[in-house]
């Protein structure tokens, strides 16, 4: 009779039989991504496909975070890991462990992955390098304490200005966690010990032995930086990321001390050439003002004083004149034009009217009768003439 066995019974046979096959562990292969998604957890999930066949694939977080690139749809890569059953949906799938891009260097692609994306948020602008200061008195470094860089620097700086300071906060400058000592250096030194100019850097190198300045936790802190940096990786041809972040690029630390530090021959130089500006100023000043003064001497203000005040005393005679006549018209002007207005008042003053023979009529209310359907027979009223009034009665109203 036929043995019969459950579903998980089988997968779990099936998923043996996988785990066990060495064809099948630490196996390498070759295929283009597509549906690529990375979940909030960090895992990513993908099939690797070519012509004719698709496999699904999972990386876990903690492989993922291992990768020096982005995966993308359609790019082609060279994926390292186990083939194995997931029980629970009793399908095979493709766990990586480690995966690089094919026929591309994975640090090449990496680069320029994260020179674009950083390009597009703007970090590499020109809008935001800083200046040099023209006369440091700090300079901080963030390097080895070892090897010939900071002997380089310091032997530069020195021959240059004998009294600039240096200040060195040691990092590895390769290697695991190397990039975050870089970052915690510039941050200490905008933090803690404020400096006028930082250099970044180390000796030259593979792309490999220079990746830590092409970590994005390095290029932040350049951007976020508010001292000028000035990077200097020791690579003339090639550019790491902090070079294209930094406000000035050295193409060796030499280089980079010849840009942070003045050369004190140079500074004596501007000083006497400016000094020598301001003399000859100096002197030409006082010649213009020499030839001035003597333009000022030989008027006759100086030469004859007697002549200036006498044509000042003939101006002042005949503005008081002037101011006289002036004076009189106005008075004139004024007199006329109040006999004018008093003309004008007389010929509207009820007076006047009376003088002239007329005479103004009041009722027994005091109020002037100016028509004759204002009173009626009998009624008593005052009439004010020149010199007087008199009261009457009505005895007759005749309308006209």
């Known amino acids: 009779m036929a043995v019969i066995r459950s579903v998980s019974e089988i997968t779990k046979y099936i998923a043996g039989l996988l785990k066990n096959d060495l064809a099948l562990q630490n196996v390498t292969i070759r295929g283009q991504i597509s549906n690529f998604k990375q979940y909030s957890s960090g895992h990513c999930y993908f099939d690797l496909k070519d012509k004719d066949s698709i496999l699904k694939c999972v990386i876990w977080r903690s492989y993922v975070e291992r990768l020096r690139f982005r995966p993308e749809n359609d790019m082609q890569v060279l994926a390292t890991g186990s083939v194995e059953v997931y029980e629970r949906d009793g399908k095979y799938q493709f766990y990586?462990?480690?995966?690089?891009?094919?026929?591309?260097?994975?640090?090449?692609?990496?680069?320029?992955?994260?020179?674009?994306?950083?390009?597009?948020?703007?970090?590499?602008?020109?809008?935001?390098?800083?200046?040099?200061?023209?006369?440091?008195?700090?300079?901080?470094?963030?390097?080895?304490?070892?090897?010939?860089?900071?002997?380089?620097?310091?032997?530069?700086?020195?021959?240059?200005?004998?009294?600039?300071?240096?200040?060195?906060?040691?990092?590895?400058?390769?290697?695991?966690?190397?990039?975050?000592?870089?970052?915690?250096?510039?941050?200490?030194?905008?933090?803690?010990?404020?400096?006028?100019?930082?250099?970044?850097?180390?000796?030259?190198?593979?792309?490999?032995?220079?990746?830590?300045?092409?970590?994005?936790?390095?290029?932040?802190?350049?951007?976020?930086?508010?001292?000028?940096?000035?990077?200097?990786?020791?690579?003339?041809?090639?550019?790491?990321?902090?070079?294209?972040?930094?406000d000035q690029r050295a193409a060796t630390p030499s280089q980079a001390a010849e840009l942070a530090v003045p050369d004190v021959s140079e500074v004596i130089q501007r000083i006497n050439s400016a000094r020598e500006r301001l003399q000859m100023a100096a002197v030409t000043s006082i010649k213009d003002s020499r030839r001035s003064l003597e333009a000022i001497m030989d008027s006759f203000v100086f030469t004859q004083p007697l002549r200036m005040l006498e044509s000042s005393s003939m101006r002042l005679d005949n503005l008081q004149s002037r101011l006289n006549k002036i004076a009189i018209q106005l008075v004139k002007e004024k007199k006329n034009q109040l006999l004018h207005d008093m003309e004008k008042l007389e010929l509207i003053n009820p007076l006047g009217v009376i003088r002239r023979g007329y005479g103004i009529v009041h009722d027994q209310k005091g109020t002037i009768v100016s028509d004759i359907s204002n009173i009626k027979v009998d009624d008593m009223v005052s009439v004010r003439l020149n010199g007087g009034h008199f009261d009457a009665q009505v005895k007759a109203i005749r309308e006209e």
Request: no cysteine; charged share 20%; aromatic share 10%.
């Open 96 to 246: 990586v462990s480690r995966m690089v891009p094919d026929g591309v260097g994975e640090l090449a692609l990496a680069f320029e992955q994260m020179k674009e994306r950083l390009s597009q948020e703007g970090l590499f602008d020109a809008e935001f390098k800083k200046g040099l200061p023209a006369y440091p008195k700090t300079i901080g470094i963030v390097t080895s304490p070892t090897g010939a860089v900071l002997r380089d620097i310091y032997t530069v700086s020195r021959r240059r200005m004998p009294s600039i300071r240096l200040a060195l906060y040691p990092v590895m400058v390769q290697g695991a966690g190397s990039a975050e000592q870089i970052a915690h250096g510039i941050d200490f030194f905008n933090t803690k010990y404020p400096v006028d100019v930082l250099i970044v850097g180390r000796g030259g190198g593979s792309m490999e032995d220079l990746w830590s300045f092409n970590e994005e936790v390095v290029v932040r802190a350049i951007f976020k930086s508010g001292i000028p940096v000035i990077s200097a990786v020791g690579h003339e041809t090639d550019f790491t990321l902090a070079d294209f972040v930094a």
